[in-house]
C-alpha cells in the first residue's frame, strides 16, 4: 500500500508543479506587459514636460501690448 500512496503522491506533485509553473509563465507574461505600459506612460509624461516655450512674434507683440495697457492702467 505505500507504494500506491507514494506513486500517487508523486503524481500529485507533478500536477501541482505543472499548474504552478503555468502559473509563473503567467504572472511573467503579466509582469512584462505592466513594464511596458508604464515605459509608456514614463515616455509620455517626458514628452508633456515642456522646459521651454516658444513665442511666435505675433504673440510677442500681443504680449508686449498687454504689458503696456497694464502699466497704463496703473
Not at 44 to 73: G, I, P, R
Request: hydrophobic share 30%; glycine share 0%.
Amino acid at each position: 500500500m505505500k507504494k500506491s500512496d507514494s506513486q500517487s503522491n508523486k503524481e500529485t506533485l507533478e500536477e501541482e508543479v505543472k499548474r504552478l509553473r503555468k502559473e509563473n509563465a503567467k504572472l511573467k507574461s503579466q509582469k512584462a506587459a505592466k513594464e511596458a505600459k508604464l515605459k509608456e506612460a514614463r515616455k509620455e509624461l517626458k514628452k508633456k514636460d515642456v522646459k521651454t516655450v516658444t513665442v511666435t512674434e505675433e504673440q510677442m507683440k500681443l504680449l508686449s501690448n498687454l504689458n503696456s495697457a497694464t502699466l497704463l492702467q496703473i
